[in-house]
């Protein structure tokens, strides 16, 4: 994954998808940490050819926080949410208007604290 020119070798690399589109992930906490933190940008190969991404978290389906990548923001942004008591960890991607290409975002150097 690289952000801002700057290469990360820990995250996750995901196909945001084309035109209007909403992806979802889920991961099993079981309660077990308080802390996520790492960092969410768009990778440098991605076109920046849309109209809104943002990427929101929900903890047991309650909303947590949301960043909202603004295709003109090179760096990546970066993320401490509290995540105490949460079961399941959903984010949710949602892309308006990207065009043919789609875009990647990363979320690199993700790391869940007890």
Known sequence: MIMDGKRYYNGIRIDAGHYDRQTELLFN???KY???TGLAGLNDSSSR???SLVVSFYGDDKFLTSVD???EQPK???LAI???GVLVLKIVINIKD???YG???DLANMALVK
Do not use: R, V
């Open 29 to 31: 906490l079981d309660a």
């Open 34 to 36: 308080s802390l996520l």
């Open 49 to 51: 050819n849309y109209e």
């Open 69 to 71: 990548l603004k295709k």
């Open 76 to 78: 990546p942004l970066p």
């Open 82 to 84: 509290d995540i105490k």
């Open 98 to 100: 990207a065009g043919w």
């Open 103 to 105: 875009e990647i975002l």
